[in-house]
């Protein structure tokens, strides 16, 4: 049998464990894909943009300029309709609720509560390298 003390010591003693253990961060980690524009038409002038699946990710790419690309999670942050792209002035457009966005994701109108998510995108020679979360898959 235990005696108080001991009980209110051992006690004591795992609180303390407990308190001291730092919170551990997320382990957020991130993968390079490489894509080719030769394989996306709609993708390969300027103003072009398609909506894709990359290893699991959904992506809105718009080659918004020579030599760049911009990549974001199309899912509308209003009510999860897919965002697509206007080239005529450089948004990123809802069609349930004419939300907009600008080219860094930002809300610029309608419903939409907060910024598109979005990867870092580079275009080199014809291969654009997209940086995704990993989700382990
Ligand atoms: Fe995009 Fe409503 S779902 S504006």
Redesign the pocket.
């Known amino acids: 049998m235990i005696d108080r003390r001991r009980f209110l010591k051992s006690l004591g003693a795992g609180a303390g464990v407990l308190i001291a253990l730092p919170a551990l961060p997320a382990l957020a980690t991130t993968k390079k894909v490489a894509i080719h524009l030769d394989k996306f038409d709609k993708l390969k002038p300027v103003g072009g943009w398609i909506v894709v699946r990359v290893k699991d990710t959904e992506l809105l790419i718009v080659h918004d300029a020579e030599g760049s690309v911009r990549a974001f999670d199309p899912t ?1 942050t ?4 897919t ?1 697509g792209y206007r080239p005529e002035d450089r948004r990123l457009v ?1 069609p ?4 907009t966005y600008d080219l860094d994701g930002v809300v610029l109108g ?3 509560p907060r910024a598109l998510k979005r990867y870092d995108a580079v275009l080199k020679d014809d291969t654009i390298v997209l940086t995704l979360d990993d989700a382990g898959s």
């Not at 209003?78 to 309709?81: E, R």
């Not at 349930?96 to 939300?99: D, E, G, I, V």
């Open positions: 509308c209003h009510l999860k309709c965002v809802c349930c609720h004419a939300s309608g419903p939409a």
